[in-house]
């Protein structure tokens, strides 16, 4: 018989429906129910592509004597980070203070009044490793809660009371400047990893917000080096088995520090990313690799991610049916030499293996290996492996695919829509844009209400029950942005303008003019989660502040370019120090740094063809943060465009920086060179 989660609309909640365990959905009532019943709270948070989340749920939630156990004894609560991040934030953060360590699945119990008291991560169902199994953790806490109860109550206080001294203040500090921006890349360098591109060591994540101030960087100074790690670690994933050869898009990382062996689960928040970077590498250095991998990731969007509503939805499992029944992580991704042969024949099956990068023993498991394109002497025909991937790519849609989240997510789906816009725009492709506005359409239509508040999720055209949080409102204005640039269409704009009002009003303290991640009449929580890091994606932060550096230099507007200053703070605090998690707001710094260049493209509709040259040109300028708008003299679309008149009857380009003005332009070499210097 189904529990509560039946009626849920996230695909993560609803795996777990037919547990046997009596689940709850993260509610009042659940609380209520703990307290009613004097046990404390099972808090279970993880996420539906989570490889280990579906191995804990088989092992221990499918179990029935472990889910009698559980039912007897606690009130348990299963929680979808990405439907509620804020939630997810708030214990993360406790359960790596306590432990050191985090990750998902996050296993936590609380207190009928919600204070965490013990914490973990994934439990095996017997004793491993010198990890305690989950009904030996069960066992002990119960037992804690009912022989000491008193140590129980002072510890999870103690918890709450330690949380509410980490509030950041930033908001007083200043916009960093060329030192602090100079002093990043020194430590990136440190941490940079010139062997096989990328930071750090083992395992390896796709820097993807690093990259981008890398490239802003280099645009703004000059500076080789930034554009060295740049170039190299994207040919270094692109080559590796972090990138599908096949399909086209990104893994979520990589185990092993060569970018060979991916954790299979794709997202659409790394693929829009990197889809962007790449895009923005091939405006950079017209590396034909850059834009390859920029169409191809972009076309994996669309048709894998992409929903009959139109939206995108949120990921794609790591794990498969590998032909048995039985459920395998890498099972749709991996080959062997000799499903080489069976799908290719004899004589290709040995061209593919040499450019693929296949080995008899495997590099992945079971004799298997994950196809690459290793760095090799020798030329390859060119048709020959468009027609070997081609085949392989029909012979792998033949196996059980991944299954897929089909969540609605407005953060991913913003940062989705700007990689969208801008790659369509690029290289003349305007069925990515199409499918941009067709995304920003359901956003408008489905998550946002008469007042510009925002759902957080969707799924199946149905809004759910969660208020976004600051990303939401930060990545989906700037998709909104980008749409505005690359269409002209000025109402994208106002929309950004209306979600970044929200973030003035309600996710900005009064008194410090810090950043908070969830809205001041939000649910409250034992503590207001606020995070200005950069991680798997942009930190609501410094998404913010990014968004109102845009928003301020289309519109002039004193009250957002201050907060983006503001919100900047951080990162002069954290960007020296901790460069790799705060690349995007690094970037963001780069703009305001750089100005950010305001151009205006002045002249009739814009299938004019001397518009469209100056607009293309606008858009493939490589000045950081360069915001754009166009459309016919006179016309209110955009204030940039105010008080913008042809020049001598043709269209022409203004670029303005700083409250001062180039002249007027109709040559789009000088526009090109005055967005290049």
Not at 454 to 470: E, F, I, M, Q
Not at 492 to 509: I, K, N, P, S, Y
Request: proline share 6%.
């Amino acid at each position: 018989m189904p529990n509560r989660l039946a009626h849920e609309t996230s695909p993560y909640l609803l795996q777990h429906a037919d547990n046997p365990v009596d689940w709850w959905p993260w509610s009042a009532d659940a609380f209520e129910e703990a307290r009613k019943r004097n046990v404390p709270v099972l808090l279970s948070v993880g996420y539906s592509s989570c490889h280990w989340c579906h191995v804990m749920a088989h092992e221990s939630f499918e179990d029935q004597q472990t889910a009698e156990y559980l039912n007897a004894h606690y009130v348990s609560v299963k929680v979808d980070r990405e439907e509620r991040p804020d939630v997810d934030a708030v214990y993360m953060e406790a359960v790596q203070a306590a432990t050191g360590q985090g990750g998902w699945p996050m296993t936590v119990f609380l207190t009928p009044d919600a204070e965490p008291f013990y914490f973990g991560t994934y439990f095996p169902p017997s004793p491993r490793q010198g990890m305690p199994s989950f009904r030996q953790v069960l066992q002990g806490v119960h037992q804690a809660w009912e022989e000491r109860r008193d140590e129980v109550t002072e510890v999870a206080g103690k918890i709450v009371r330690d949380l509410a001294g980490r509030e950041i203040s930033y908001g007083d500090a200043q916009t960093p400047g060329e030192q602090e921006l100079a002093q990043a890349l020194l430590a990136l360098t440190r941490e940079y990893d010139p062997q096989r591109g990328g930071f750090g060591g083992a395992p390896k994540f796709p820097p993807s917000m690093v990259l981008e101030f890398l490239l802003r960087h280099h645009a703004r100074t000059g500076s080789e080096g930034a554009l060295q790690m740049a170039q190299d670690t994207c040919e270094r994933m692109a080559r590796g088995g972090i990138y599908d050869q096949l399909g086209g898009g990104f893994a979520r990382y990589s185990v092993d520090r060569d970018w060979i062996v991916p954790h299979f689960e794709k997202m659409l928040y790394d693929n829009a990313l990197l889809c962007r970077v790449y895009a923005h590498l091939w405006r950079a250095t017209g590396s034909e690799l850059a834009r390859r991998v920029a169409l191809e990731t972009a076309d994996f969007m669309v048709r894998e991610l992409r929903t009959a509503e139109g939206g995108f939805a949120s990921a794609l499992d790591a794990d498969s049916d590998d032909g048995t029944g039985k459920h395998v992580e890498g099972a749709y991704y991996a080959w062997t030499p000799g499903q080489l042969r069976e799908a290719l024949g004899e004589q290709d099956a040995e061209l593919a293996v040499q450019y693929f990068g296949v080995t008899e023993e495997g590099t992945f498991e079971h004799g298997q290996s994950v196809l690459q394109l290793p760095q090799q002497d020798g030329l390859f025909d060119a048709g020959k492996i468009a027609s070997i991937r081609e085949r392989l790519l029909a012979k792998r849609a033949e196996r059980p695919a991944p299954g897929r989240d089909d969540k609605v997510v407005a953060a991913w789906n913003g940062l989705a829509i700007a990689a969208l816009a801008e790659t369509g725009a690029y290289f003349d492709r305007p069925d990515l844009v199409e499918a941009a506005l067709a995304a920003a359409d359901l956003l408008v239509r489905l998550h946002l209400d008469e007042q510009a508040r925002l759902t957080r999720t969707s799924k199946d055209g149905h809004a759910g029950a969660n208020a976004g949080v600051l990303e939401d409102y930060a990545d989906v204005a700037e998709g909104f942005l980008a749409l505005a640039s690359v269409t002209g269409e000025g109402v994208w704009l106002e929309f950004a303008g209306f979600l970044l009002d929200h973030v003035l009003a309600r996710f900005t303290d009064e008194e410090s003019r810090a950043l908070f991640d969830t809205a001041a009449d939000a649910e409250r929580l034992i503590r207001r989660p606020q995070d200005p890091t950069d991680n798997a994606a942009p930190s609501g932060w410094s998404a913010a502040a990014g968004a109102l550096l845009s928003y301020a230099a289309h519109t002039g507007s004193e009250p957002h370019r201050t907060a983006a200053e503001q919100a900047l703070g951080v990162v002069k605090a954290l960007g020296p120090r901790v460069p790799r998690f705060i690349g995007w707001g690094l970037a963001a710094a780069e703009a305001a740094l750089d100005g950010p260049r305001e151009v205006a493209i002045v002249g009739p509709a814009l299938d004019h063809a001397g518009t469209r040259t100056l607009h293309r040109t606008a858009l493939l300028g490589t000045a950081p943060g360069a915001v754009v708008a166009v459309g016919a003299p006179e016309s209110d679309e955009f204030p940039l465009l105010a008080d913008r008149p042809l020049v001598g009857g043709e269209p022409a380009a203004y670029v303005c920086r700083n409250f001062t003005c180039d002249a007027p332009t109709t040559e789009a070499d000088s526009l090109r060179a005055a967005l290049s210097d």
